[in-house]
Nanobody, 115 residues
Framework: QVQLVESGGGLVQPGGSLRLSCVTH????????MGWFRQAPGKQRELVAS???????NYSDSVRGRFTISKDTAKNTVYLQMSNLEFEDTAVYYC?????????WGQGTQVTVSS
């Protein structure tokens, strides 16, 4: 059974940094395209960053230059380093693993940017 477990969320001031982690269980991370999504209250879930099986990365316009996605296949973990956080980054962040038509989601971790 595939499980994704996120951690690292919390409360941070504008301009601050956080690093989210997503550990995968029951599978090997290198076979999946991995992504971080977020959902703010009243808004649709949106893709923030992704990293493919071949390590190609992609970012939404709103986070490009501030967020960095990476993975450690030895630890079966994908990371999202978030810097220069803004109020608009407040959301629940979800980890996703995708392979063709199969998707797995984590339970989400809350990130709140507030002064």
């Amino acid at each position: 059974q595939v499980q994704l477990v996120e951690s690292g969320g919390g409360l941070v001031q504008p301009g601050g940094s956080l690093r989210l982690s997503c550990v995968t269980h029951g599978t090997l991370i290198y076979i999946w395209d991995m992504g971080w999504f977020r959902q703010a209250p009243g808004k649709q879930r949106e893709l923030v960053a992704s990293i493919t099986r071949t390590n190609s990365t992609n970012y939404s316009d709103s986070v490009r230059g501030r967020f960095t996605i990476s993975k450690d296949t030895a630890k079966n973990t994908v990371y999202l380093q978030m810097s220069n956080l803004e109020f608009e980054d407040t959301a629940v962040y979800y980890c996703n693993a995708n392979y063709i038509s199969t998707n797995h989601w984590g339970q989400g971790t809350q990130v709140t940017v507030s002064s």
